[in-house]
C-alpha cells in the first residue's frame, strides 16, 4: 500500500529554516520523481520543487533558498528551508510520480498529508 507521510512543519521566525521530511512506504522512493507542493490559505496548490533520479528543479521563489534530496536507505525525501519568509507560510506536501518531475499537482499519483509551516515574527 503507498503511502506518504509529511513532517516536520512549525512557527519559525522570518530568517529562520525547517527540514520538512517525506516518508514513503509501499514503493521504492528511488524509482520515482517527488515534488513539493504548498498551498496557502485562499491559493491553490502551488509547485515548490522536484527530485527525480536525474534531476532537481526548483521554483524561482525558493531558489537559492530551498533544498531538496532523498535518502534512499530510508526511502525518505527531504524539502531543507532556509532564510524563510512570510510569504513561504502555507501548508507542504509531498507527492508522488511516475519518472520525471512535473509543475502541476494533476501529474501525481498520491499525496502525503500536509504539515503547516507558519514565518512569523
Known amino acids: 500500500q503507498v503511502h506518504l507521510m509529511n513532517s516536520g512543519g512549525g512557527l519559525v521566525q522570518p530568517g529562520g529554516s525547517l527540514r520538512l521530511s517525506c516518508a514513503a512506504s509501499?514503493?521504492?522512493?528511488?524509482?520515482?520523481?517527488i515534488g513539493w507542493f504548498r498551498q496557502a490559505p485562499g491559493k491553490e496548490r502551488e509547485w515548490v520543487a522536484c527530485?527525480?533520479?536525474?534531476?532537481?528543479n526548483y521554483e524561482d521563489s525558493v531558489k537559492g533558498r530551498f533544498t531538496v534530496s532523498k535518502d534512499g536507505a530510508n526511502n525518505t525525501a527531504f524539502l531543507q528551508m532556509n532564510d524563510l519568509k512570510p510569504d513561504d507560510t502555507a501548508i507542504y506536501f509531498c507527492a508522488r510520480r511516475a519518472y520525471n518531475c512535473r509543475r502541476f499537482p494533476r501529474d501525481y499519483d498520491y499525496w502525503g498529508q500536509g504539515t503547516q509551516v507558519t514565518v512569523s515574527s
Open positions: 509501499g514503493f521504492i522512493l528511488d524509482y520515482y520523481a
Open positions: 527530485i527525480s533520479a536525474r534531476s532537481t
